[in-house]
């Protein structure tokens, strides 16, 4: 696995993922479930997608304390999905808990990647409310390292911190960055966005693109057209 587009399908119902996935008549993209989906619908939508011939990243971001985080991931590992995650700030023992839950009898898992901060935090925000003093992008390789020492395989993060992840945790340490925009396209809420050809540049292991996608007139070419600038 390696450089992919993950469709983010931030629907809230199987009807209109199914609707959504159904244009999708040749390939079968890699596809972000996350909470809104998850709670909704429950485990029978990753089955369902899945069966569908559709590799899968489940965004659940658990934080919890250790012996919790452990055993969700024990039954999350059973939903065969191919990525999940959790926040780094749960600290390392918990992510080493994660990888023991996650792990299965015959030493197979999905890959787990972990949030660093999030990309809605902000210095201030990080200052005022978590009383976190250092400077984000700091706090962001250190949170990274911290996901690299206790045995994960990547990061979600912003493109522009790709780089940086790589330099400080090693080339096959995975990025995973949303905030992908199509130079012609609308930016939304994203603040600080890059093309998919920049992500590829910069070299981001796997994009994550939502609404340019899900919300474009014709998604198979939207799909296409993100495929071709940054796998091709
Ligand atoms: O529609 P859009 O391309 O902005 O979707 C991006 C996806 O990536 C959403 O599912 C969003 O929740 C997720 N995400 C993000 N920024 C992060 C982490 C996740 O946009 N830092």
Redesign the pocket.
């Known amino acids: 696995m390696g450089k992919d587009v993950i469709v983010?399908c931030?629907f809230s119902s199987a009807a209109e993922v199914y609707a959504f996935l159904d244009k999708f008549t040749g390939r079968k993209p890699f596809v972000?479930i996350?909470m809104e989906l998850y709670y909704a619908e429950g485990p029978a939508i990753v089955k369902g997608i899945k069966d569908r011939g559709h590799p899968i990243f489940l965004?659940l971001k658990l934080h919890d304390i250790p012996n919790t985080v452990k055993k969700a991931m024990n039954v999350l590992s059973r939903l065969d999905v191919d990525i999940c995650n959790l926040h780094a700030g749960g600290t390392v023992r918990m992510m080493q808990a994660a990888i023991e839950g996650l792990t299965r009898e015959d030493g197979s898992r999905p890959l787990l990647i972990a949030?660093t901060q999030?990309?809605?935090t902000d210095q201030e925000s990080m200052e005022q409310d978590l009383l976190i003093k250092q400077p984000i992008d700091q706090v962001v390789m250190h949170y990274a390292a911290n996901a690299k020492k206790a045995g994960l395989d990547g990061v979600?993060?912003?493109p522009l911190e790709a780089q940086k992840v790589h330099d400080t945790c090693g080339k096959e340490f995975l990025t995973v960055t949303?905030?992908?925009?199509f130079a012609d396209g609308d930016v939304?809420?994203?603040k600080r966005v890059m093309t998919p050809a920049q992500a590829k540049e910069i070299g981001s292991d796997y994009i994550?693109?939502?609404?340019?996608?899900?919300?474009a007139a014709d998604p198979v070419a939207a799909y296409e057209r993100c495929v071709a600038e940054f796998c091709d």
């Open positions: 983010a931030d972000k996350g965004d949030v999030l990309t809605s979600v993060c912003s949303p905030g992908v925009r939304g809420d994203q994550v693109v939502g609404r340019p996608i899900t919300a």
